[in-house]
């Protein structure tokens, strides 16, 4: 079974840095892309940032030369650094796998979230 775990959240001030991890266990037949979502209470869950399979990333227009991507380990561990760190950057952030497992069909695997809180 697939796994997602985050860490590295934690209380940041602004303009700080924080560097957040995703884990993958459990085997996969494929990965298609894998990224990083962020929600605050009372809003929808939005995209921060995405490496698609090939290692293209996309990034929202809120966090583009802040935020980098990258995953290593056969897509295993993916991370989220973030630099200029701002109040508005204060979320709940979550990793995402859009993958195929092994005999069955493309399917989007969630972990928990980890909380970035950015303030002075």
């Known amino acids: 079974q697939v796994q997602l775990v985050e860490s590295g959240g934690g209380l940041v001030q602004p303009g700080g840095s924080l560097r957040v991890s995703c884990v993958r266990s459990?085997?996969?037949?494929?990965?298609?892309?894998m990224g990083w979502y962020r929600q605050v209470p009372g809003k929808e869950r939005e995209l921060v940032a995405v490496v698609t399979s090939d290692g293209s990333t996309n990034y929202a227009d809120s966090v583009k030369g802040r935020f980098t991507i990258s995953r290593y380990n056969a897509k295993s561990i993916m991370y989220l650094q973030m630099n200029s760190l701002k109040p508005e950057d204060t979320a709940v952030y979550y990793c995402?796998?859009?993958?195929?497992?092994?005999?069955?069909?493309?399917?989007?695997?969630w972990g928990k979230g980890t909380l970035v809180t950015v303030s002075s």
């Open positions: 459990g085997r996969l037949f494929s990965v298609n892309a």
């Open positions: 995402n796998l859009n993958g195929v497992p092994l005999g069955g069909r493309a399917m989007d695997y």
